[in-house]
């Protein structure tokens, strides 16, 4: 199986001040590995580090060259919120713009790809409405489509399950599972409901500031770590 991200001695700081350390992993095509960690565990500093937005001050990232500008990043909803005030089919769409160097325009490859991905995910009635009026579970799938017009290898995700209710939570998950048995898109996805993820990730990379575990899902489950997560109330 085909290495695409190989972490060695990883340490990240800001100001100087070491806040994530200690990490060695590796990940595969076709992975599907939940990110897990309490507030301040270190997840978003990985996140940034693995799209190229913050430097390690130590070890090596390398991260397959065939990936350059093909990573698709599903942000936070209250970030995105913020940033799309457009209509759906142009948020999905301007999930071409990392790919489209100096050209204005999209072309109509891109329009039958952003429309194909949209239907995937069951949205493609809704290209015409404005973005910030969807559900909360249908702006997470527009975001989805729009990561996945960046993409046909990896998918990064952080928390893209918080604030959906429990039915939206499940089709997410679903579709995220589509995406990667399918579609055989890499995922990495950081996530708070470490008792859904463990239902359809691979690998766990569990953080507290530095890597307390990496490995399968089941090694998982079976470890001190793991066992002291799950079992804590509303996990």
């Known amino acids: 199986m085909r290495t695409i991200i190989n972490c060695r001695n990883l340490c990240y700081a800001y100001d100087e001040k070491v806040v994530l350390e200690g990490l060695n992993f590796s990940v595969e095509e076709t992975d599907y590995i939940c990110v897990a960690g309490e507030n301040g565990a270190g997840k978003s500093t990985l996140i940034k580090g693995l799209l190229g937005l913050l430097k390690p001050v130590s070890g090596s990232l390398e991260i397959d060259k065939d990936l350059s500008g093909k990573i698709g990043y599903l942000p936070?909803?209250?970030?995105?919120?913020?940033?799309?005030?457009?209509?759906?089919?142009?948020?999905?769409?301007?999930?071409?713009?990392?790919k489209k160097s100096f050209l204005p325009f999209y072309s109509k490859a891109d329009k039958k790809t952003a429309r194909a991905n949209m239907e995937k995910l069951g949205i493609a009635e809704l290209a015409a409405?404005?973005?910030?009026?969807?559900?909360?579970?249908?702006?997470?799938?527009?975001?989805?489509?729009?990561?996945?017009?960046?993409?046909?290898?990896?998918?990064?995700?952080?928390?893209?399950?918080?604030?959906?209710?429990?039915?939206?939570?499940?089709?997410?998950?679903?579709?995220l599972e589509t995406i990667n048995r399918d579609m055989k898109v890499t995922i990495i996805m950081v996530s708070h409901d470490i008792a859904s993820a463990v239902k359809y990730a691979n690998k766990i990379l569990h953080l507290w500031r530095k890597q307390l575990f990496f490995g399968s899902t089941k090694d998982y489950i079976g470890s001190d770590t793991g066992k002291m997560f799950l079992g804590k109330p509303g996990r």
């Open 76 to 98: 936070q909803q209250a970030a995105a919120r913020k940033n799309f005030p457009a209509g759906v089919e142009e948020v999905v769409l301007s999930g071409f713009i990392g």
């Open 129 to 175: 409405r404005c973005f910030s009026e969807l559900s909360g579970g249908q702006q997470r799938r527009a975001l989805l489509a729009r990561a996945l017009c960046a993409t046909k290898e990896l998918l990064i995700l952080d928390e893209p399950a918080a604030g959906l209710d429990p039915l939206a939570s499940q089709e997410l998950y679903s579709l």
